[in-house]
């Protein structure tokens, strides 16, 4: 299995404290050795950044650490391989291009039998991950049903949480989603989140022996939402999604919710 | 303008000592401080860095020069800002999956009228600069005309060269491209390229103080081909393309060139 980080802030903040924990849990605090990833989006641009090395001690993981890129969405991904070899194109979160913007897809689970029974026709995997191979699906079908990007946004987020819901059919599909302006989760087993806004306080690393006075970083209008699969402080209280919920966030606040039908 | 730079190796070969000079001439030695970016390629996989701050001062650049990622193909571009605002996605190079493979491409040059006689449909810009425009354009038509990668690389080359022709009739149109397998260059109005194998010699850069032995660097059989808008090393003999010219570059060796009709 995998981890899972996502950040949704309504003004460009770092993730270096986040960050640093998920960090720690690929190859340290955690079994997730086979690589890992970060998308970091600056208005419809992104950032990127990803090894195939375990990211405790990547070189890159440093560099991202001490280099406080400022972002208002971001996904990031440490990888456990299950499906496909360790290397470089298997390695999350995976970048495709629909309506002009760019898609960033992040999965932890494992969707057996969903390659031979998922086709695909527009956009195709470069790497061997059934997760590569969800994407690249999901988007065909979003590309079909919205040729071109709907004014209103929740068609939309009915069809992703119709897509997740299909593709959870085959195993577990905890997702992290984003094309620039919401940032889509969805739970299958396992995904926590919270949001941080004024009173900001002190937070404490479970994974580092790290802790951050939020106040002293923020300003009082700042809301800033993080989704990981499992809690990563220790004195703060996190939300949990249900199996088959889909949350969609923007501007660090949460806008909606969609649970799976009874 | 900008400057491009590019990189065709036939072992995983660091650009540390090319990519300082060229970062040089983004913003200090040079007026390209619009941002750059750069895409190495390991394997079928991408890393790619870029920022809107001027290459001489990024403190991304920073980092790439100190972290020598060895790839096979490199692409990377310095920007001089005149179609599009300076931002994020308006940095080159632009990437696009086709056939599952990455397709990165770098322009320099100005492209008059192409956004409005050329139609996209397949792939759309994320940014506003007409090279991203042509990029979409120029990879709809490759799909076009081969669905599936053909077994025999002979046809895309001859179909590259063409749209660069095409391309070409709507300004200035200095192009690197690669889909992890080929180095293509196409030139417009300037591109020089060499190759440096043993016995291997010192090189001296043109734009910083730096000179390097790369008989140190490198083992006899290394084949090491670079191309740059214009030579990076003051004390070396480079090879300049013709105008229409496209070069094909693989593991370091030119391997085919496809010139204008006349």
Same mark, same amino acid.
């Given at each position: 299995?995998? =981890? ?14 986040? @960050? ?21 989006? =600056? ?10 090395? *375990? ?17 208002? &969405? ?19 979160? @995976? ?14 689970? $494992? ?32 590309? !079909? ?12 987020? $009915? ?6 819901? !299909? ?11 984003? =094309? ?19 009173? @900001? ?10 802790? &951050? ?17 499992? *809690? ?16 969609? @966030? ?7 919710? &969609?649970?799976?039908?009874?």
């Amino acid at each position: 299995m995998c =981890e899972l980080l996502g950040m949704s802030a309504n003004v460009p903040t770092d993730i270096c404290f986040s @960050f640093t924990g998920l960090m720690q849990r690929g190859g340290r605090t955690g079994p997730h050795k086979d690589g890992w990833g970060i998308v970091l989006y =600056e208005g419809k641009a992104i950032r990127e950044f990803r090894d195939s090395q *375990p990211s405790y001690q990547s070189a890159v993981a440093e560099l991202v650490k001490q280099y406080p890129i400022k972002s208002c &969405i971001v996904i990031s991904h440490i990888r456990q391989a299950n499906s496909g070899r360790v290397c470089l194109e298997n390695t999350h979160p @995976f970048i495709r291009e629909l309506w002009g913007r760019k898609w960033t897809f992040a999965h932890n689970g $494992q969707l057996k039998k969903a390659k031979q029974a998922l086709p695909l026709s527009f956009y195709l995997p470069v790497g061997t991950t059934d997760s590569e191979h969800a994407f690249c699906w999901m988007l065909a079908q979003i590309r !079909q049903q919205f040729p071109v990007m709907p004014e209103q946004p929740e068609p939309i987020w $009915q069809a992703i949480h119709q897509l997740c819901c !299909q593709l959870n059919e085959y195993g577990v599909f905890n997702l992290l989603l984003s =094309e620039a302006n919401y940032l889509y989760a969805f739970c299958s087993t396992k995904l926590s989140w919270l949001t941080r806004r004024a009173p @900001f306080a002190e937070a404490i690393l479970k994974d580092a022996e790290l802790k &951050i006075d939020f106040q002293k970083e923020t300003t009082p209008n700042d809301v800033v939402t993080v989704i990981a699969t499992e *809690p990563l402080t220790t004195n703060e209280t996190w939300n949990t999604l249900e199996p088959g919920e889909l949350a969609v @966030f923007q501007l660090g606040e949460l806008v909606s919710t &969609i649970k799976a039908k009874e």
